[in-house]
């Protein structure tokens, strides 16, 4: 064995035991969620499953009491529902209002540019769960504790400025000289946005959108304190629904976990080659 | 096809003019080269006549039509840019057809246009790649082709050969220059290299802070340039240029450098120069050879120099060498060996020696 094998050997050897230490929490969710009670609360902790079963998810969709405790079953289907409608919803509009935003930073100049930008920045720099006092008073006195348009609002507001400042950086990276060929070429400004910009930051806006999608569909702390009733609550708010006085379902809600994971994997899944970038490249120079 | 007129145009970048109020008249079906080293204006005052920059001053007309407020899209100028700007995630055949198909024009005519103008510009075969799957020289008449599909009135070309190599830049100029007889319409052309503008222009336009400096074909720039900036700026090498002050001596005006070189001021110039006048006095490298292996020109003046580098060209060797503490340039066309520290008698002819005031920059 020569030096660069061994060095290869080594490289390989801690991605593994780093992947290991990534995904075992994960794992050990996946697991809970398929197997009995007893099982998870094994001491030692059992491994390797003996039996697997879906009764938590047949008792979380269909409701039915068998193995889950006696606990009657959570409005999942509700959930789902709140967590779709505030997580797109939230997302399209953070998307639009950003990627506007973006395109202005980037292409136009005017007073105070770079104040404004960092001011947009500075406002991701305070720590979310802080804001969740002062937005639940105001909340409160205008009626949005527990609707759907309140939490969007909090969402709408958290994701712009990283919107802003990813489309910002694409946009900068298409050169001035393409739409300005385009609006010689006889496009307004608004065609040439469209038909030659918009298209060629699409990778970045699809970034932009899918990490919008995620932190909005797995946003915890905020959405705990502002949704109140199945009329608002998420699925990820849901997931205490499995914890009474002095009782965690935990297959239960692992089972949600699971649940909760596989629409962002797949949708992760499904523009993932618009996350890495490089549409722009060959159009310019040589 | 029309002409172009600029009349009293300034730019503005803040605080900065880029362009101060200059006229310029470009001639219907005209080659014009406006050339000049960076930041003199140059690309500003192209980028106004497609309406790229707002104009702050003045008015600009194409045809009879001001332009002023008036969209690009509605000027009906082409532009090809530096850097290509092709539209990397449409067809070169897409990329040519993109402003018939805004212009909202027939299928059929698209296609009939796109590949008329690929024929002209022989790159019918690539019509079904993406820019990215071209070489630079492609990119390059790919841009061309977009430009004149549109059968524009101007066509606008702003520095196109500077991303190319020396030799790829050669070609594509013979082509430029090939491609202008082919549609004859009015072009507008900006470089910085001097070459270009040479051997492309109809008229060249010199530009420096801002201002023009002169006008006229490369042959006028070149024997009669107007200022010591056009001057040098024009011709390779750049002319020699040494200052000095008017005196006299024997009841003749002589120039004498800051090293005591005392040089005759040109029969034709005696008159024009005033004792005690700053001047700088100019002669290209052809205008000063080596006695030895060149013709003794009928008005000469000598002096002795020893060779500081020689550059073996082929047809032609650069000789460096000094005039008094400055170092100058000396071309001729012998093949003869010369080598560093070689001593050699140097003819320079008056007759092609120019002068220009120190202050103002004007030629005498």
């Not at chain 1, 996946?30 to 007893?38: D, E, G, I, N």
């Not at chain 2, 040494?242 to 005196?247: D, E, G, L, P």
């Amino acid at each position: 064995m020569n030096k660069k094998q061994i060095n290869n050997i080594l490289i390989w050897f801690s991605a593994i035991i780093l992947i290991i230490l990534i995904m075992t929490p994960g794992l050990w969710v996946v697991l809970t969620a398929f197997r009995p009670q007893v099982d998870v609360m094994a001491k030692p902790a059992v491994w390797i499953p003996r039996n697997l079963n879906l009764i938590q998810f047949e008792t979380m969709l269909f409701g039915g009491s068998e193995g889950s405790m006696g606990r009657s079953p959570i409005p999942v289907l509700s959930y789902l529902r709140n967590s779709l409608i505030i997580s797109f919803t939230s997302t399209f509009i953070a998307v639009l209002v950003g990627t506007i935003g973006g395109y202005g930073f980037a292409r136009h100049n005017f007073k105070h540019k770079n104040k404004y930008f960092l001011l947009i920045m500075l406002t991701r720099t305070i720590p979310g769960i802080s804001l969740s006092l002062p937005i639940f008073i105001i909340f409160s006195k205008i009626g949005l504790i527990d609707t759907h348009i309140g939490i969007i609002l909090v969402f709408v507001a958290l994701n712009i400025p990283f919107t802003i400042w990813l489309t910002d950086g694409f946009f900068r990276q298409i050169p001035r000289a393409m739409s300005e060929v385009a609006m010689t070429d006889g496009c307004t400004k608004l065609q040439a946005f469209w038909h030659i910009e918009l298209p060629l930051s699409r990778s970045g806006i699809a970034s932009a959108g899918i990490f919008a999608f995620l932190i909005s569909w797995n946003e915890y702390a905020l959405v705990s304190n502002l949704a109140r009733s199945t009329d608002s609550k998420t699925l990820t708010v849901g997931l205490m629904d499995f914890t009474a006085q002095f009782t965690i379902n935990w297959p239960g809600m692992c089972a949600l976990a699971v649940f909760i994971i596989i629409p962002a994997l797949i949708l992760t899944f499904m523009v993932q080659k618009h996350l890495v970038t490089g549409l722009t490249f060959g159009g310019v120079k040589g | 096809m029309a002409k172009v007129s600029l009349q009293g145009v300034s730019k503005f970048y803040g605080k900065v003019q880029a362009v101060k109020k200059i006229d310029l008249e470009i001639i219907d079906k005209e080659f014009l080269v406006l050339v000049g080293p960076s930041g003199c204006g140059k690309s500003s005052s192209l980028r106004m006549i497609a309406g790229l920059e707002e104009i702050d001053e003045g008015i600009i007309k194409i045809g009879d039509k001001e332009m002023n407020n008036l969209e690009p899209r509605e000027r009906n100028v082409s532009m090809v840019f530096q850097n290509y700007a092709l539209y990397p995630h449409m067809t070169v055949e897409e990329n040519l057809g993109f402003s018939l198909k805004i212009a909202g024009l027939a299928k059929k005519e698209i296609e009939e246009r796109v590949h008329e103008a690929a024929g002209i510009l022989d790159i019918t075969e690539f019509l079904q790649r993406k820019p990215s799957q071209l070489s630079g020289g492609q990119r390059q008449r790919v841009a061309m082709g977009r430009a004149i599909v549109r059968r524009p009135d101007v066509f606008l070309f702003d520095e196109p050969l500077s991303n190319l190599d020396a030799k790829l830049r050669n070609q594509m100029r013979t082509e430029i220059k090939r491609l202008h007889q082919k549609v004859s319409t009015t072009i507008v052309y900006v470089t910085h290299d001097q070459v270009e503008a040479m051997t492309l222009a109809d008229r060249i336009v010199i530009m420096k802070d801002g201002i023009i400096e002169q006008i006229g074909t490369p042959l006028d720039l070149f024997e009669r340039p107007a200022t010591k900036f056009v001057a040098t700026f024009i011709g390779s090498p750049s002319m020699n240029m040494i200052k000095a002050s008017i005196v006299k001596q024997n009841n003749e005006l002589s120039m004498k450098t800051n090293d005591g070189i005392i040089v005759p001021v040109p029969k034709d110039k005696q008159n024009s120069v005033s004792e005690g006048q700053n001047i700088s006095f100019g002669f290209r490298a052809e205008d000063i050879v080596p006695l030895k292996f060149g013709q003794k020109p009928s008005s000469a003046w000598e002096m002795q120099s020893s060779v500081n580098l020689a550059e073996p060209l082929g047809t032609e060797t650069l000789i460096f060498t000094n005039f008094g503490e400055i170092e100058i340039v000396s071309r001729m066309f012998t093949p003869e060996q010369v080598k560093s520290n070689d001593v050699l008698d140097f003819a320079l002819n008056l007759d092609r020696t120019y002068l220009f005031d120190e202050n103002s920059g004007l030629a005498i």
